[in-house]
């Protein structure tokens, strides 16, 4: 059925497009934990 295959590359496509987005994020949150942490190395260790 077409209607049946339509529907199967759209959900195709949404996971494609949710699973290329979560990439990105998490490339994203690697970078800023990497720059966080590194900005607390190198800032003088402070009490909270």
Not at 9 to 29: A, D, P, T
């Amino acid at each position: 059925m077409a209607i049946f295959r339509y529907s199967h590359w759209l959900l195709g496509s949404w996971m494609r497009k949710i699973y290329l987005l979560g990439n990105g994020f998490s490339q994203n949150w690697l970078v800023v934990y990497l720059m966080t942490s590194l900005g607390d190395s190198l800032r003088p260790a402070q009490g909270h």
